[in-house]
């Protein structure tokens, strides 16, 4: 396999060929991710909550995501890395975009990024994509504004939708490769699905998105607390790691490890 690139994904849309894509904040996530055929990863600011520890994206900066970018990257043999634009690090001006967007391609090595918001943030996806950085869209429930939108609720219910399927379509002209729909009714999705050439990439969005996307630690059950409703969970990574961690604790408590097959002589 090749390395997977922007026009491949807009082929897709054309084909009809649904794709996934997972968050990855490290090499082994990212080197399994990559070998398991996810064409797509991203270095998610769900860093905050599922690396850092914090309640959610706002803390996140971009000092922190720049090493799991670059871990990510590293690990990467085929995927196409996306690294998100942490919250504060885009929103002042496109110049602002364009600084931050040329320290995760430069020093993280990512092959684009992402941002969220609606047809405001055009001039800084137009800015971004002039000077060859690819940009994907972020929609509907954008975790940056929680305070804003009042919490985690679903965005794009009644004269919402109309809004959301504008926003889209500024966005691509301002020329997005592609669009996360982040917790919207499937009827909206599916519309917007439908208006745009490039690609939606559906969270919480129904089943007629072109692609979909978890937080693996979600999607794998790393995660052992609550999850939203739209999350499968595909394993427990957790439960099995809890399990070694208590297996190693009890050999070296009762002498069974180390033993002499892992001892030098
Ligand atoms: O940070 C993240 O994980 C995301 C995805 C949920 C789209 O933005
Ligand atoms: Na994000």
Redesign the pocket.
């Known amino acids: 396999p090749k390395r997977t690139r922007v026009h491949h994904l807009l082929e897709w849309k054309r084909e009809g060929r649904r794709w996934p894509?997972l968050?990855a904040y490290d090499v082994y996530s990212a080197e399994i991710f990559d070998d398991a055929g996810i064409p797509v990863l991203?270095?998610?600011?769900?860093?905050?909550n599922?690396v850092f520890g914090h309640d959610n994206?706002i803390p996140v900066t971009v000092d922190e995501l720049l090493p799991l970018t670059r871990a990510v990257v590293r690990g990467a043999t085929n995927a196409l890395v996306v690294a998100?634009l942490p919250y504060g690090s885009y929103q002042i001006s496109p110049a602002q975009a364009l600084e931050t967007a040329f320290r995760f391609m430069k020093e993280g090595g990512a092959h684009a990024v992402?941002l969220?918001g609606g047809a405001r943030f055009a001039p800084q996806v137009e800015a971004l994509a002039g000077s060859g950085v690819p940009v994907m869209a972020?929609l509907g429930f954008t975790?940056q504004s929680e305070h804003a939108l009042g919490g985690f609720r679903i965005q794009g219910r009644g004269d919402g939708a109309d809004r959301l399927v504008a926003d889209a379509l500024a966005l691509q002209e301002a020329g997005a490769f592609g669009v996360?729909l982040?917790m919207v009714p499937s009827d909206v999705a599916k519309r917007v699905t439908a208006e745009l050439t490039i690609p939606t990439?559906g969270?919480g969005a129904g089943t007629d998105c072109d692609a979909q996307?978890?937080?693996w630690s979600d999607m794998a059950g790393m995660n052992r607390g609550k999850v939203p409703r739209f999350v499968k969970r595909y394993a427990d990574v957790g439960g099995v790691l809890h399990d070694a961690a208590a297996a190693f604790a009890a050999d070296v408590r009762d002498g069974e490890y180390p033993g002499p097959e892992h001892s030098y002589h």
């Open positions: 894509m968050t991203l270095v998610g600011d769900s860093a905050g599922n994206t998100d992402k969220e972020h975790p996360v982040e990439i969270i996307v978890l937080v």
